[in-house]
């Protein structure tokens, strides 16, 4: 695995952790305030949408990093035979990888739509937080999600059944 990945991989486990923390504690304040002293912690459900969609976006992207999405494969089960599986697995992959890659595409078209509005850009009500923010994260999410696709399906390419796994798991059914 490459430098570049294992730094963008430690970030997006750091980004997962520092998000889930800040919406457990935003939720945690919310309610003492909300029930313990009856009053509001104002707007706080502009910068939780930010947050909220950099989790699950990040966190998507890190699901596949890993492989670890949930999937109802159940023809992989079935197919006994190693090579045709491995067949199967390709195309999988290979199609995982062109969705992913659509998506990021219009993941791009949103946000540059936004960007083009400079310097108008549309924002939240209260707190003037740029849309974009969250559409970017949108379109990294998708990106990221494509290139490890991307990455998994040239692993299995280039493993040689005779050869054994480059040194991983064959991907998860």
């Not at 999410?141 to 798991?169: S, V």
Request: charged content about 15%.
């Amino acid at each position: 695995m490459s430098k570049l990945v294992q730094i963008v991989v430690a970030a997006q486990k750091a980004i997962i952790v520092l998000c889930s923390l800040l919406i457990a504690v935003t939720f945690g304040i919310v309610v003492v305030l909300r029930y313990g002293f009856q009053a509001n912690l104002f707007a706080y459900e502009e910068w939780m949408l930010v947050a909220a969609f950099i989790l699950y976006f990040i966190g998507a992207a890190q699901g596949s990093y890993d492989n670890t999405h949930i999937k109802a494969d159940l023809v992989n089960e079935w197919i006994e035979a190693p090579a045709l599986r491995r067949r199967f697995n390709l195309f999988i992959l290979g199609l995982e990888v062109l969705i992913a890659g659509v998506l990021a595409y219009w993941g791009l078209l949103m946000l540059l739509e936004d960007l083009a509005k400079y310097p108008e850009l549309p924002a939240t009500t209260v707190y003037k937080i740029p849309l974009a923010v969250p559409r970017g994260t949108i379109f990294l999410g998708f990106l990221l999600m494509t290139i490890y696709a991307a990455m998994h399906f040239l692993r299995l390419l280039l493993e040689r059944p005779d050869l054994g796994a480059l040194d991983r798991e064959e991907p998860r059914s």
